[in-house]
């Protein structure tokens, strides 16, 4: 292949003022001074910077190809001091692996297409230790602008390269960045989660009380009513409200009064079963839903809530009670019964619980409310 009619510039000399067009499946270089500077400038820092070793070779004839150039890449790798430009690659590269090479340069001009492959092999590096490699080449065909083959491009990617050092900073090896880049994701993805999981406590609960707040309570409260009439199961609802509260805080002040609220909330929450679903509906009021449980049931929780409460901390709360209906379609209807007879229970003196009389509870209550001292 003759190399008449070649004006290839040598990239390691100059892009500067030549062109650079990509034609169908060849790479043509035309040198003519018509070349997009931004275009040069970005092939120049390819050639300069990119870590992959590039070089070009000036097609001569059959198997017989002449470095034209390198990148400082590919001088690095084959040590500062040899000179290869104006070398035969096959007289460069030791046998087999020139050989592979060349052979592979030869089907990069005889296909007009460019060419990629891997190959292993040994070399002696610029420290005369001989090493084992493993890369993968790329070959692309250049022709003149009338379309006549003359130059190769060759870039060889080797995994275990490393970018050139482009200052006074040693480069830590790309493994370790990689194990650094993962424990920095994973950190942060932990970090997400530990936040994402802040965030939805805060929004599904009572910041004084650590029970639910009103509107997550009245969610799974609704849920729980749903799953109650689908498997037709007994369900209460309970209504509770510390007795004389407002005199607490008028007394013994705002503190005073917090705490009142967090121990009646945290000797609720020690009794009950996971299952069983506590919340601040306002104020000093709670609700408390008992999920499969009947009306006999939620008394005997709230008198064993009422005498805890009276022991560890004085305070008294009166409740009100409402069992599931077979007609209830909302969470509401059992909240407006229960508020119905937590009224009552104030009404009737503090201190005591109200819910439907049952037909064994009727016989033993005359009066229709039990009073617990
Ligand atoms: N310390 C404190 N007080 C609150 C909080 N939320 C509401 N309160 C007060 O709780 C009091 C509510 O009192 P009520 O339930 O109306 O009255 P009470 O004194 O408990 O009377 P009875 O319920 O009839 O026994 C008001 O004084 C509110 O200001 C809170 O988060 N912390």
Known sequence: MSMQGCRAIPMNRSVQGGASMVSSNSLTLEFSGRLDSHAGTLIRSFWDFLPEQMFIVRIEGRENFVIEAVNPSQQAKLGNGLTCVGKHLAHLLPSPLGDGVVANCVRCVDEGMPVRYEATGCYVDKEGVRRQCRWQMLLVPI??????????????????????NMGSYPQPRFQELELELERRVLDRTNELMAANLQLTYLATHDCLTETYNRRHLLDLADNE?????????????????????????????HMAGDQALRTVAQATLAMLRDCDLVGRYGGDEFIIILPETDIEGARAIAERLC???????????????ATRRHDDQTIDELISRADYLLL???RNGRNRIECPLTA??????????????
Do not use: W
């Open 360 to 373: 064994s509870r009727r016989n033993e209550i005359t009066k229709g409310s039990v009073p617990l001292r």
């Open 344 to 346: 009552d229970a104030k």
């Open 143 to 164: 022709a003149n602008h009338q379309g006549l083959l003359t130059h190769l491009l060759g870039i060889v990617h080797d995994p275990n390269t490393q970018p050139p």
């Open 307 to 321: 005498h805890t409460l009276q022991e560890v901390s004085q305070l008294s709360v009166s409740i009100g009670i």
């Open 225 to 253: 009513l749903n799953r109650a009439i689908r498997y037709e199961l007994p369900l209460c609802l309970m209504m509770l409200d510390i007795d004389y509260f407002k005199s607490i805080n008028d007394e013994q002040g």
